[in-house]
């Protein structure tokens, strides 16, 4: 499975961006798809992700200003975010969780979210 991912950038604060994630190859078992970030000297944490039945999940810290969707048909997940925080700054890196044995775990390139005044 490659992922990869776009639409990163700088805003001001309250601005909002939209992030996508294209996804290709075996995309069998594929149970969810997602976004994570991570800064300098933190671990990576999870975002947002959508599972294969639609069901979406949010970091508290996100809820209700950031949304995650997805088109099956182009394979492709996106991340909505508006009211953009100065602490949402990090790197946003696609995820995607695949079942099987072994459970694999995709991880997209990452793209740089900046919110500064």
């Known amino acids: 499975v490659q992922l990869q991912a776009s639409g990163g950038g700088s805003v001001r604060p309250g601005g909002s961006l939209k992030l996508s994630c294209t996804a290709s190859?075996?995309?069998?078992?594929?149970?969810?798809m997602g976004w994570y970030r991570q800064v300098p000297g933190k671990l990576r944490e999870v975002v947002a992700f959508?599972?294969?039945?639609?069901?979406?999940n949010y970091v508290d810290a996100v809820k209700g200003r950031f949304a995650i969707s997805r088109d099956s048909a182009q394979n492709t997940v996106y991340l909505q975010m508006t009211s953009l925080k100065p602490e949402d700054t990090a790197v946003y890196y696609c995820?995607?969780?695949?079942?099987?044995?072994?459970?694999?775990?995709?991880w997209g390139q990452g793209t740089q979210v900046t919110v500064s005044s």
């Open positions: 995820n995607a969780y695949q079942l099987g044995s072994p459970t694999m775990y995709y």
């Open positions: 190859g075996n995309l069998g078992n594929i149970y969810s």
């Open positions: 959508i599972t294969n039945d639609g069901s979406t």
